[in-house]
């Protein structure tokens, strides 16, 4: 009995070692453009990588229980989660490519256009309306182009509905 067990967890721990040596990268990627940290050199992202730790250990422990939800999508629902948890409590931007944005502004557009997630699931994910959704999407576009003066970035109401 423990022997098959124990061949279990051996499984689980590879199958989540090869989850994270293909996806890892993308999903640091992701993490750090919401915290908007420098990318270079390698290390200059401490935030984004203890978000995605923090995320990736989740959805170890909920491995077992993913019964056929794709993994990638558990992990960066954790990392929005964790970055509206996040950034509801402290930290301003610094000087990254995003920081024009507010983080509600940055974490629609990061999810929309770098992860190619759908206005509906992304709607789904933050607990808001698909016309939300869009609308935050577009203002974001708007403040990058140039077309658009940014929003006041800290007088926050809660960001969006995102929700454990």
């Known amino acids: 009995m423990r022997e098959r067990q124990a061949g279990r967890e051996r499984r689980r ?22 915290t908007t940290e420098p990318m270079q050199p390698p290390g200059a992202n401490p935030r ?14 909920q491995w077992g229980r993913l019964r056929g939800e794709d993994p990638y999508d558990r992990t960066r629902r954790e990392l929005a989660i964790r970055f509206a948890h996040e950034v509801w409590r402290h930290h301003r931007p610094r000087g990254g490519l995003l920081d024009r944005l507010t ?25 808001v309306p698909v016309e939300r959704i869009r609308a935050i999407c ?12 940014p929003t006041a970035r800290w007088g926050l109401q809660r960001p969006l509905g995102v929700s454990p």
């Open 103 to 127: 983080p509600q502004e940055r974490l629609v557009l990061v999810l929309r256009l770098y992860e190619g997630v759908a206005e509906e699931q992304a709607a789904a994910l933050l607990g």
């Open 138 to 149: 577009n203002r974001s576009v708007a403040t990058m182009r140039g077309t658009r003066r």
């Open 48 to 61: 984004a990588q203890r978000m995605l730790t923090a995320a990736l250990a989740r959805t170890y422990a």
């Open 13 to 34: 721990a590879q199958e989540f070692e090869t989850f994270v040596a293909g996806a890892a990268g993308r999903l640091l990627h992701t993490a750090t453009l919401l």
